[in-house]
């Protein structure tokens, strides 16, 4: 999977988890930006892209993932 399709995957899920349109969903999107984005949201989001995604993101990892290039980059390594 190429970065621009893992990319399309990452804001899409970021938007359901989120609960917000896809085209209402900045870009580029991370924590300061997105209302939902909190401690809560943030563990919603590592259980989706762990789902989504099929992969186990450890709690330092998670950590780091506040915007969706964070994400692509983790996933890029683990796919």
Request: proline share 3%; aromatic share 4%; net charge negative.
């Amino acid at each position: 999977m190429g970065r621009a399709e893992l990319k399309t995957r990452v804001r899409a899920l970021l938007a359901r988890t989120f609960q917000i349109d896809a085209q209402n969903l900045p870009d580029p999107a991370n924590a300061d930006k997105v209302e939902l984005w909190d401690s809560l949201g943030q563990l919603q989001l590592i259980e989706d892209l762990e789902a989504e995604f099929n992969v186990s993101i450890e709690h330092g990892e998670a950590a780091n993932l506040l915007s969706d290039e964070a994400i692509v980059d983790l996933l890029e390594k683990k796919l």
